[in-house]
Nanobody, 118 residues
Framework: QVQLVESGGGLVQAGGSLRLSCAAS????????TGWYRQAPGKQRELVAS???????TYVDSVKGRFTISRDNAKNTVYLQMNSLKPEDTGVYYC????????????WGQGTQVTVSS
């Protein structure tokens, strides 16, 4: 089992930067795929960025070129560097770790609020 704790959210002006961190407990974290999701008020949760156990990354189109996901397996931590933030990036950001193909297991953090003011 994996427990995830996010940090690094806050209030920032448009054009600013934040770095989110997700610290994981549990063994074999390096085997998990991880991702950052966000949920804006009144909207569904969406996948923002993901990184596989082999370090392959994907991004939703709206953050390409601005956000960077990375992981440090030695520290059991996943990061989301967010630059050139826009008001539409506002939401609660959740860290996810998942493993398995035929039966996927998902683990979630409690979320961290990101608010971008215009």
């Amino acid at each position: 089992q994996v427990q995830l704790v996010e940090s690094g959210g806050g209030l920032v002006q448009a054009g600013g930067s934040l770095r989110l961190s997700c610290a994981a407990s549990g063994s074999a974290f390096r085997l998990y795929a991880t991702g950052w999701y966000r949920q804006a008020p009144g909207k569904q949760r969406e996948l923002v960025a993901s990184i596989t156990s082999g370090d392959t990354t994907t991004y939703v189109d709206s953050v390409k070129g601005r956000f960077t996901i990375s992981r440090d397996n030695a520290k059991n931590t996943v990061y989301l560097q967010m630059n050139s933030l826009k008001p539409e990036d506002t939401g609660v950001y959740y860290c996810n770790a998942n493993i398995g193909r035929t039966t996927r297991l998902d683990y979630w953090g409690q979320g961290t609020q990101v608010t971008v003011s215009s």
